[in-house]
């Protein structure tokens, strides 16, 4: 993960490997709807889901793309219109289904204390959740119903469900606020490659 100052680029590193492979990238730009483009190892990646935190005009989008390349250190970079502060997080799966990975999405945005979640409810079996969130000033300090992958608490984080979701149905996650604050939680459920009937192929490759 990398945070930085105002700039129309940001770029880290990335390496997957493994079968039916799925990357996903959390990339917040501040402040105002100015991202244009995620691009992994140069092949441009998916919008998938986009938030705007109405507290501060930050937005948080999610890009995919199925089979990235497993070249060691890929460069991930985001890129926006305008020079403002980015921050840019991936992480891979495997297992994943590669046509139609995306199986369901929801999204949060408000003011409140505690722990607050989004319900996805899933269409297939043995889906994994994805979950990232932008906050307006106070940091969450804790995943609910989730397992934190990248972290930044000033800006971004991302946490999974670190397990498939089966039978399918409604699920929560999000992320616990200790004091009050405007915040947006994004979640998405990647729909895997096959449904076994004793056990699922899922893997966190690494972030």
């Known amino acids: 993960m ?48 986009k938030e705007d935190n109405l507290g501060n005009d930050s937005f948080v989008y999610m890009y995919a793309l199925a089979a990235p390349s497993t070249t060691a250190g890929a460069n991930v970079v985001g890129n926006s219109s305008a020079s403002v502060a980015l921050t840019i997080s991936c992480t891979t799966y495997t297992g994943a289904q590669q046509t139609t990975p995306v199986d369901a999405q929801a999204d949060l945005y408000e003011t409140a204390t505690g722990s607050r ?62 004091s009050e604050d405007q915040h947006t939680i994004s979640a998405l459920s990647i729909a895997p490659a096959a449904v076994a009937a004793a056990a699922n192929n899922w893997l966190l490759m690494g972030v």
Request: glycine content about 4%; aromatic content about 6%.
């Open 117 to 178: 979640t989004v319900s996805v409810t899933t269409v297939a079996d043995n889906c994994w959740l994805v979950c990232t969130h932008t906050a307006t000033s106070a940091n969450p300090d804790a995943a609910v119903n989730g397992t934190l992958r990248t972290l930044n608490l000033t800006t971004l984080n991302i946490i999974d469900s670190n397990a498939a979701l089966t039978p399918a149905g409604a699920f929560t996650i999000g992320f616990n606020w200790p």
């Open 2 to 49: 990398a945070t930085g100052p105002a700039a129309t680029s940001i770029t880290i590193t990335h390496t997957a490997a493994g079968s039916n492979r799925y990357a996903v990238v959390c990339f917040m730009v501040k402040t105002n709807d100015t991202a244009t483009s995620v691009t992994y190892d140069t092949v441009a990646m998916t919008q998938v889901n």
